[in-house]
Every structure is written in C-alpha cells, then in structure tokens.
C-alpha cells in the first residue's frame, strides 16, 4: 500500500528506490550502484542510510565513508533532514549517532586508537601531514647519507611518493618504480634501505603517516580475532566514491566484510581520477564478483544536475573514452544555451573574462556561493585570485595552499603536537626553534632527551639551554609541563599556547599582527573540538581551506565564490563553472612520460569538471598559457591550443565565443595583427 510508505521514497525513481529498499532496511547482500555523473549516487546513499535507520537500523551501527570530511557532515545532514520527517522529534538524535561518518583516514585513526593498546601501538601517538611525513623522510635520507653522497638521489618528494603509492597499491617496490617512476628505478636498493630506516623512525617517534593510517587498519583488519570485533561492530558500511579507493581500502572493507553482507558501494567509473595516489578503478569494476554471493547492481542514467546542453557536451566529451562502463546519461532539464567555449588571450585576460561574467551572473541574481571556478592543479588560479582580490570579490579555495599551512598556525600546532607526543621529533624541532638561541644541534639535544626521558616535563627542566636561549627556557618549560599535565580546560592550553607564542611572533614576522588574527581565527576553530586529541587528528587530516581574508574561513553568511582544483570538487555541483586553461599542456597536463592510461585519466578529470555544471559552464581556453611546470625561456608563455578533449567534432555542442577586456584594448600589446605601411599608403598618393 503506497500511502504507507514514507514520504521520501516517492521522490526517487525506480532505479533509486530500488537501492534505497534493497533488503528493506535489514543486512542484505553485497550492492553496487553504479551510474554517471548527477544521477543522484550520493542523493540515494543519503536515503539508504536514512531508510535502514527509519526501518529500525542502529545509526551508531553504521559506517559511513565518503571522500572528504565535509562530504560526510552534509551527508549526516542530509540523513537526519530525511529521516527526521518520518522520525519526527528524533531528527538531531540522528545526526549525532551516525557519527561513524567520515573518511577512510579520518576512521582508521580513530579505530586505531581505539585498538591501540591491543594491536602494540601506543595511543597517545601524533599523525603527521604530507609536509611533515616529507621531512621525516628527509631526515632519513640524510642520516642514510643517500642525499650528499648520491647527488641525484630522488628529492623528499619523490621519495615519499613512491613510498606512498608502494603502500597504497599494495606492489612490490620494483613494480611501482617500473610503471609510475621510471626515472628512479636505478635506485630500488637505496630506497628500499630508507624505507626501512622512515618505518623505523616513524615507530621509535610514535607517529602515524595518512598511508599508515590505511595501512595498520587493514593488517589490523586481518588478524582474526581483532576481525570478527571490528566486523561485529558495524552491520551496514556503504562508501561512496568508491572509483577512487586503492587496493589497501578495498581490503579493508573485505576484511570488514568478508561476504559482502551490509556493504554498499557507489561510484562512476568514468570519474576516476586519483590513480596517482594507486586509486584502481579495477575496485569497482570487480566488485559484483568479488564475493561468494554476487552483487547487485543498480544502474542509473538519468542525470538530475545538469541541462541537456551541458551534459551533450561532457558525454561528447567521455564518449571518447577507449573504455568505459557506465551509460552516456540524459536529462529532462531543457535549456537553449549551449556551455561556453570562450578564447581568451591570456592568464591575465582569462582572469578578467571571469570575474565580470561572475559579476554580470550576480547582478543577474546568482550568489557567488553558486558559482565556482575549477583548475586543474592549485598554481592556475593565480592570476584569477590577484584579480579577484583587486576587485574585492570574496574567495575561498578549496584544495590549495590550506589555512593550517600557514608558518605561525603550524607553530601553534607544532607545540600542541609536541605536548602529545614527547616523541614526535618533526614536531619537536619545529617548536624549539622558535627560541632564540636554540639552533639545530640544541634542539637535537632537547628531542634525544625526550625520546629517552620517562618524565619529559622533569627532563626538560633539567637540560641546560645555551646561553642566549637562557631567558626564554624557565617560560618554555613552565608552558610545556602545564600542556603535559592537562590540568586546565584544552581551549585555556591554546590559549597559553598563543600568549607564549605572541612576543616569538613579533620578534620572527613584521606582519604579525594578521598573523595574531589567523591564531585567534585558529582558537575560534578549536572551540568545536571536544579534546585537543580530536582537534589535532582531524585538523590535521582534513584542514580548513584557505580564503581571501587573511583571518582564517569567512563567516557562514558571507558570500563568496568558490575557487578549487577539479579533484577537491568531485562530488560537488553548481549553477555556474568556470574551468580555466582548457588547454593541452594543462588538461593534459604536459605529460612528458604519460602513458595512453595517465591520458584517459585526464579526459576523465575533464568530464569531472565540465559535470560540476548545472546552468552554466564556460571552459576558457587562453591562448598564451604559462607552463609552470616547464624551466623559464625568454618568454615565458606558450602558445596554446584548445584541450585534445575538445576535437573539432565535438565543437557543435559548445558556443565557441572570443572574449576581449576593455582593459586589453587599451593595452599596446593588444592591436590586430595586421601590417599596414600607412607612410606608404600617403606617398603613393602622390605618385
Ligand atoms: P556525482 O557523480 O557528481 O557525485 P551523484 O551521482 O552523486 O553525482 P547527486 O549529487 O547525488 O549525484 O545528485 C545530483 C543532483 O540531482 C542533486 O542536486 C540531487 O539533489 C538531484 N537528484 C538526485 N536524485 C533526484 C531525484 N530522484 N529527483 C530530483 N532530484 C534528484
Ligand atoms: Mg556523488
């Protein structure tokens, strides 16, 4: 009887509904959804989780685990919004409960802790970011001696990456070097060495990277006592955006589900786009056989975001894929206006072109919160944001330089981190190098004896600084024990933190006085964590994003436009995007080693982005591009062409438009491109 059901599945089609209800709100089999882009995979995520609780489902039973932190907030949102109409007053209970919502990261830290003691690690462990975990490896090398004796030994960077990409792939070192960095295979001996020597030194300092956050779940996952506890825990996991897992996070969740009961997993295969951090689109491929008992699949293909215009355009664009196994979508969403192809000719022209055509769709009612502008890597943006700051437009940028990395907001840290983890050297020379008169070899000292000391705050007061640092020593020490013995409230700590830190701030930095706000903004931040543990572990996992006002993320009701790189914004939609240099050098990127595969997966970024549309989509195309990546020659640009994504073939689904600033037209530079001898022209006149 269709008047019994609730309200919310009247509002999904067939296909949906059919993954909402799939074992009616009880553990059923392994599902797949697997559909294009706006076909609503993560709207019916939402349902099915609501419709399991509605049904009776313990939400503290579920895991839920999206791509970004904020992906999983809205879904929560979203969850307890459908489940609360039917549930009525036990809405924001919901919310609440579902609070294994989160990343594959952001969980794996708080399991590990949970399991900490059981599994040998100690809990009190500090995670260290990208920046940090490079500087460890640095640290390695150098101890090694692989960095001076080796002049063209692979940087920090690349040594990380191919250690990350190794653990994240689950592949032998050889195989990595071999396919995705060709350049260093001469060096397999070496990096294996340091490798070992990076293990140990992240063991001895008790600190996690993000890939040992995978890492340890799945073998923590794999013992099989500890299996059937974590498994027992949960009785439903559903992932979305499960195109961009690698080997290491599907095995987890078989390890967490080793017959496919209670798991559902959506995602796209034609948006896969993270295979330089190992994601194996082959995950989602092979998932319907991937347990005793097949899978079901469910497939949708109608698209609700996007306007039949720009989604004839993107499925123009994939449906030059080689190999792809989801549908070209359709969509009933009418519209005459074809999206945008608009010629530009240059960074700074681009720039222009953009900020009047958000001004002109604001004037026209759009809030800049509707409207964003992608790029490829977070560099593009450049010139738009100069111009953006000029003319006063407010911008946050997801996916770029972060809030948190920042010098005086790491400091800040660095010190709460240090508290945490006595151990945790990276940390540990970062703060003691704010004293004046503490150099490198001092605080050598200073962190040998807090990885020995059993009482690190008595140890501290014991050690007698230099003499220069003398003065500043008695403050440091007073400030560490109290953080040591948490003895007042966390958010009184920081605020110590900050009071200590002002006068070093002053004495490093002229701007300081930004500098104090950002801090301000930092403790403003903080007041939304419980314990300083949980601020730093998810701080440090998924920071805040940098915007235009120097004081740290604007208010909920500002408006402002959204600026961010293709790969923060999957999952996201818009009324209006603006994708900057469409260009072959930028999407593709200049591939010198790319192989026919690192290709596709660009044509793929590009459909990722053109699919973040719902009215509006203009992709810009300079025609003088600066290839940042490339050593600088004379002049610096390049000249362009539009992206190889974009044949001629496929022109007729776009309005190819040539755009000129008011501004360029007073430039010298600018004038036709013709020559005329009018002195010529004046004396052959007279002939
Ligand atoms: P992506 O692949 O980009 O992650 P998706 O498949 O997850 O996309 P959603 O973000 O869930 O798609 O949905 C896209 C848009 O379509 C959203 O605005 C959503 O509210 C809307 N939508 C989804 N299903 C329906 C429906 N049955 N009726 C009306 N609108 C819908
Ligand atoms: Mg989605």
């Given at each position: 009887?269709?008047?019994?059901?609730?309200?919310?599945?009247a509002k999904?089609?067939?296909?949906?509904?059919?993954?909402?209800?799939?074992?009616?709100?009880?553990i059923?089999?392994?599902l797949?959804?697997?559909?294009?882009?706006?076909?609503?995979?993560?709207?019916?995520?939402?349902?099915?989780?609501?419709?399991?609780?509605?049904?009776?489902?313990?939400?503290?039973?579920i895991?839920?685990?999206?791509?970004?932190?904020?992906?999983?907030?809205?879904?929560?949102?979203?969850?307890?919004?459908?489940?609360?109409?039917?549930?009525?007053?036990?809405?924001?209970?919901?919310?609440?409960?579902?609070?294994w919502?989160?990343?594959?990261?952001?969980?794996?830290?708080?399991?590990?802790?949970?399991?900490?003691?059981?599994?040998?690690?100690?809990?009190?462990?500090?995670?260290?970011?990208?920046?940090?975990?490079?500087?460890?490896?640095?640290?390695?090398?150098?101890?090694?001696?692989?960095?001076?004796?080796?002049?063209?030994?692979?940087?920090?960077?690349?040594?990380?990456?191919?250690?990350?990409?190794?653990?994240?792939?689950?592949?032998?070192?050889?195989?990595?070097?071999?396919?995705?960095?060709?350049?260093?295979?001469?060096?397999?001996?070496?990096?294996?060495?340091?490798?070992?020597?990076?293990?140990?030194?992240?063991?001895?300092?008790?600190?996690?990277?993000?890939?040992?956050?995978?890492?340890?779940?799945?073998?923590?996952?794999?013992?099989?006592?500890?299996?059937?506890?974590?498994?027992?825990?949960?009785?439903?996991?559903?992932?979305?955006?499960?195109?961009?897992?690698?080997?290491?996070?599907?095995?987890?969740?078989?390890?967490?589900?080793?017959d496919?009961?209670?798991?559902t997993?959506?995602?796209?295969?034609?948006?896969?786009?993270?295979?330089?951090?190992?994601?194996?689109?082959?995950?989602?491929?092979?998932?319907?056989?991937?347990?005793?008992?097949?899978?079901?699949?469910?497939?949708?293909?109608?698209?609700?975001?996007?306007?039949?215009?720009?989604?004839?355009?993107?499925?123009?664009?994939?449906?030059?894929?080689?190999?792809?196994?989801?549908?070209?979508?359709?969509?009933?969403?009418?519209?005459?206006?074809?999206?945008?192809?608009?010629?530009?000719?240059?960074?700074?022209?681009?720039?222009?072109?953009?900020?009047?055509?958000?001004?002109?769709?604001?004037?026209?009612?759009?809030?800049?919160?509707?409207?964003?502008?992608?790029?490829?890597?977070?560099?593009?943006?450049?010139?738009?944001e100069?111009?953006?700051?000029?003319?006063?437009?407010?911008?946050?940028?997801?996916?770029?330089?972060?809030?948190?990395?920042?010098?005086?907001?790491?400091?800040?840290?660095?010190?709460?981190?240090?508290?945490?983890?006595?151990?945790?050297?990276?940390?540990?020379?970062?703060?003691?190098?704010?004293?004046?008169?503490i150099?490198?070899?001092?605080?050598?000292?200073?962190?040998?004896?807090?990885?020995?000391?059993?009482?690190?705050?008595?140890?501290?007061?014991?050690?007698?600084?230099?003499?220069?640092?003398?003065?500043?020593?008695?403050?440091?020490?007073?400030?560490?024990?109290?953080?040591?013995?948490?003895?007042?409230?966390?958010?009184?700590?920081?605020?110590?933190?900050?009071?200590?830190?002002?006068?070093?701030?002053?004495?490093?930095?002229?701007?300081?006085?930004?500098?104090?706000?950002?801090?301000?903004?930092?403790?403003?931040?903080?007041?939304?964590?419980?314990?300083?543990?949980?601020?730093?572990?998810?701080?440090?996992?998924?920071?805040?994003?940098?915007?235009?006002?120097?004081?740290?993320?604007?208010?909920?009701?500002?408006?402002?436009?959204?600026?961010?790189?293709?790969?923060s914004?999957?999952?996201?939609?818009?009324?209006?995007?603006?994708?900057?240099?469409?260009?072959?050098?930028?999407?593709?990127?200049?591939?010198?080693?790319?192989?026919?595969?690192?290709?596709?997966?660009?044509?793929?970024?590009?459909?990722?982005?053109?699919?973040?549309?719902?009215?509006?989509?203009?992709?810009?195309?300079?025609?003088?591009?600066?290839?940042?990546?490339?050593p600088?020659?004379?002049?610096?640009?390049?000249?362009?062409?539009?992206?190889?994504?974009?044949?001629?073939?496929?022109?007729?689904?776009?309005?190819?438009?040539?755009?000129?600033?008011?501004?360029a037209?007073?430039?010298?530079?600018?004038?036709?491109e013709?020559?005329?001898?009018?002195?010529?022209?004046?004396?052959?006149?007279?002939?």
């Amino acid at each position: 009887d269709s008047t019994l059901q609730p309200a919310y599945l009247a509002k999904l089609n067939a296909e949906q509904r059919l993954a909402v209800e799939h074992g009616d709100g009880q553990i059923a089999g392994p599902l797949l959804v697997i559909a294009g882009a706006g076909s609503g995979k993560t709207n019916t995520l939402a349902h099915r989780v609501a419709h399991l609780i509605v049904k009776g489902a313990d939400p503290r039973r579920i895991l839920l685990m999206t791509f970004s932190r904020r992906a999983a907030t809205e879904m929560a949102r979203r969850v307890e919004r459908i489940a609360g109409e039917v549930l009525g007053r036990d809405a924001s209970v919901i919310a609440d409960a579902l609070s294994w919502a989160g990343t594959f990261h952001g969980i794996g830290a708080r399991l590990l802790r949970d399991y900490a003691l059981t599994i040998g690690l100690d809990p009190a462990f500090t995670i260290h970011d990208r920046e940090d975990s490079a500087d460890l490896m640095n640290l390695a090398r150098h101890e090694l001696g692989f960095s001076k004796t080796e002049s063209r030994f692979p940087t920090k960077g690349t040594c990380l990456a191919i250690y990350s990409r190794t653990v994240n792939a689950q592949a032998p070192l050889g195989e990595v070097l071999g396919s995705a960095f060709p350049w260093c295979a001469g060096w397999a001996e070496q990096l294996k060495t340091l490798f070992a020597g990076y293990v140990e030194a992240k063991q001895a300092q008790n600190v996690l990277d993000y890939d040992d956050l995978l890492l340890y779940w799945a073998q923590m996952a794999a013992e099989p006592e500890i299996a059937s506890h974590l498994s027992s825990r949960f009785d439903h996991v559903l992932v979305d955006e499960y195109q961009d897992t690698n080997r290491l996070q599907a095995s987890i969740l078989s390890a967490l589900k080793p017959d496919g009961a209670g798991l559902t997993v959506v995602g796209d295969d034609a948006q896969s786009i993270y295979s330089f951090r190992a994601a194996e689109v082959r995950n989602i491929l092979d998932f319907p056989q991937q347990f005793a008992r097949a899978a079901d699949v469910i497939m949708l293909e109608r698209n609700y975001r996007s306007t039949v215009t720009i989604l004839a355009a993107a499925n123009a664009v994939i449906s030059e894929a080689p190999e792809r196994f989801t549908k070209n979508l359709w969509s009933e969403r009418k519209s005459s206006q074809k999206p945008k192809l608009v010629s530009v000719r240059d960074e700074a022209e681009q720039a222009n072109y953009v900020c009047q055509a958000i001004l002109a769709e604001r004037e026209a009612g759009t809030v800049l919160t509707s409207q964003a502008v992608l790029f490829r890597a977070s560099h593009h943006s450049g010139p738009l944001e100069i111009e953006l700051t000029r003319r006063n437009i407010p911008f946050v940028k997801f996916g770029g330089l972060k809030f948190l990395d920042a010098a005086h907001v790491k400091d800040v840290l660095a010190v709460l981190r240090f508290a945490e983890n006595p151990r945790d050297r990276v940390a540990g020379f970062r703060v003691l190098q704010l004293l004046p008169g503490i150099g490198p070899s001092a605080a050598s000292a200073v962190v040998e004896i807090m990885a020995t000391s059993l009482d690190e705050a008595m140890g501290l007061a014991r050690y007698r600084p230099p003499q220069r640092a003398a003065d500043d020593w008695p403050a440091f020490v007073a400030l560490y024990s109290g953080l040591r013995a948490r003895s007042g409230k966390w958010l009184a700590d920081l605020e110590q933190v900050r009071l200590w830190y002002e006068p070093h701030l002053e004495r490093m930095h002229e701007d300081a006085t930004t500098r104090r706000a950002d801090l301000m903004q930092l403790e403003q931040i903080a007041s939304g964590y419980a314990s300083r543990e949980r601020f730093l572990t998810e701080l440090t996992l998924d920071p805040p994003d940098a915007t235009s006002d120097q004081a740290g993320p604007p208010h909920r009701d500002e408006d402002y436009l959204i600026l961010s790189t293709i790969h923060s914004a999957k999952g996201q939609e818009w009324k209006n995007v603006f994708v900057l240099n469409t260009v072959d050098g930028c999407i593709p990127a200049d591939l010198g080693v790319g192989t026919k595969e690192d290709i596709e997966e660009e044509r793929r970024l590009l459909y990722v982005a053109m699919t973040r549309a719902k009215d509006g989509l203009h992709l810009v195309t300079p025609q003088r591009f600066y290839p940042h990546n490339q050593p600088a020659r004379g002049d610096r640009n390049v000249y362009a062409s539009r992206s190889r994504f974009i044949p001629a073939s496929i022109l007729g689904t776009f309005e190819q438009t040539s755009w000129v600033s008011v501004h360029a037209k007073d430039d010298p530079r600018h004038r036709p491109e013709v020559r005329v001898d009018l002195g010529a022209r004046m004396r052959g006149m007279w002939k």
